[in-house]
């Protein structure tokens, strides 16, 4: 079974990977990793927010059996601080139970009793988050679970950075590929 769940895991990197060299829009490939995740994992609900501006997260990809009540999270929120300022993990479940503030957000978002964060960061700064939830009662995250979370992130991470790159990339451009001919940019 465990031999099952990683080869799934690598084939699922494997096909966002193929998602994005077909030049797939971001949006759809966060969208199939959550949905992914949330499958491999037996999970309710799997989420990417990315950072907006200076104070807040939007969500960029949602999978949820659950009605979420989740479109943005702010920078502010006192629970987040470990997450941002340390770049480290927060959990809820048995093992960590949630601070008063925690428990907040969680009513405000849903019926949800165990939540992890995972810091998606781009150049030692935090870009944004991914996070896994499960409504079950007495429920703890597994480590292969917390690693696997760890990976995707970091794998989030290297997306937006080749976005990031791509974009650059098709600024220094200054001729055409198929003409061959200069384009419009370096003209003017």
Do not use: W
Not at 35 to 46: E, K, P, Q, S
Not at 69 to 76: A, G, H
Not at 157 to 162: D, I, K, N, P, R
């Amino acid at each position: 079974q465990e031999v099952t769940k990683k080869v799934t895991l690598l084939s699922t990197i494997l096909q966002i990977n193929d998602l994005v060299s077909r030049k797939a829009e971001m949006k759809e490939v966060f969208k199939f990793t959550c949905g992914r995740i949330r499958n491999v994992f037996n999970l309710d609900a799997c989420f990417i927010l990315l950072r907006a501006n200076e104070d807040k997260f939007l969500v960029e990809a949602i999978d949820s059996t659950l009605p979420l009540e989740l479109d943005s999270l702010s920078k502010e929120e006192s629970f987040l601080k470990p997450l941002i300022q340390e770049n480290r993990f927060i959990i809820l479940d048995r093992n960590h139970p949630p601070l008063e503030d925690f428990k907040d957000f969680i009513r405000k978002v849903g019926n949800i009793n165990n939540l992890a964060l995972a810091p998606i960061t781009l150049r030692k700064e935090i870009a944004g988050i991914l996070g896994i939830a499960k409504k079950e009662v007495e429920f703890t995250f597994a480590e292969d679970e917390i690693e696997s979370l760890n990976i995707f992130a970091r794998h989030i991470s290297l997306l937006l950075e080749h976005r990031e790159m791509s974009i650059k990339i098709q600024d220094l451009e200054i001729t055409d590929a198929l003409t061959g001919l200069y384009n419009d940019k370096f003209i003017r």
